[in-house]
């Protein structure tokens, strides 16, 4: 079965640092999503983006952060000058339209990227 | 957005045992997934079921749209179902908004 995969599986980072987080969708799926999760906390919407920009963000999504699909395949999340609070499970998604070419309207999830700021 | 509602925050079985858990949606939706979140942390699709009743091995879920809530079975409880089972639901806008999650320990 095809799966999202996500790159590092760990990363650590000095506070004010930035950060790539890499992921790697479902090759017919069209939408991308980040969540985050932080410790002992419910999974947060980050950020989804359809056709090469963003569709919808929270407001934790401000300034710090970005997503880019530099390529055919990969799609990542920059955290710029990141702050404690930052530190979290990222996770990556995505699904298929619903209908006609990738009719996978389900949210398939990698296994996530442990973000720690020290 | 959505509100969502997860019970019992915690449930601790006995292997074997059968158990349901419940998740409340405040409004109507068009896709709700049941996630199983093992111990290293990865978020596994259970579910992909906005409607109806769908079965998968000892796993079973039954989503009423029309009365807003969705419950998960799980029968004969093995060790290996420990973990935070979460719901998530959206309406038309993709992003998926999570509930709080029900943590369920299994005993041998």
């Known amino acids: 079965e095809p799966e999202v995969t996500q790159t590092p599986s760990h990363q650590v980072t000095q506070m004010g640092q930035e950060v790539i987080l890499r992921c790697v969708p479902i090759?017919?799926?069209?939408?991308f999503y980040w969540y985050r999760q932080i410790l002992g906390q419910k999974v947060e919407f980050l950020v989804s983006?359809?056709?090469?920009?963003?569709?919808?963000k929270s407001e934790i999504f401000d300034d710090q952060f970005s997503v880019e699909r530099p390529d055919g395949s990969n799609f990542t999340l920059k955290i710029r000058s990141t702050k404690l609070e930052d530190s979290a499970m990222y996770f990556c998604?995505?699904?298929?339209?619903?209908?006609?070419?990738?009719?996978?309207?389900?949210?398939?999830f990698g296994d996530g990227t442990r973000l720690s700021i020290l | 957005g959505i509100q969502v509602e997860q019970s019992p925050p915690d449930l601790i079985l006995q292997e074997g045992a059968n158990s349901t858990l419940r998740c409340n949606f405040s409004d109507s939706v068009n896709n709700l997934q049941w996630f199983h979140q093992n111990p290293w942390g990865q978020l596994i699709n259970l579910f992909y079921i906005p409607s109806g009743t769908k079965q998968n091995g000892r796993l079973s879920a039954t989503t009423v749209a029309t009365e807003r809530y969705s419950l998960l079975y799980i029968s004969s409880s093995q060790t290996t179902d420990s973990g935070v089972y979460f719901c998530?639901?959206?309406?038309?806008?993709?992003?998926?908004?999570f509930g709080a999650g029900t943590t369920v320990t299994v005993r041998a």
């Open positions: 998530a639901v959206s309406f038309n806008d993709y992003k998926l908004s």
């Open positions: 983006f359809y056709n090469n920009e963003i569709s919808e």
């Open positions: 090759s017919n799926h069209l939408y």
């Open positions: 998604a995505s699904s298929g339209p619903g209908v006609g070419y990738s009719k996978d309207p389900a949210q398939h």
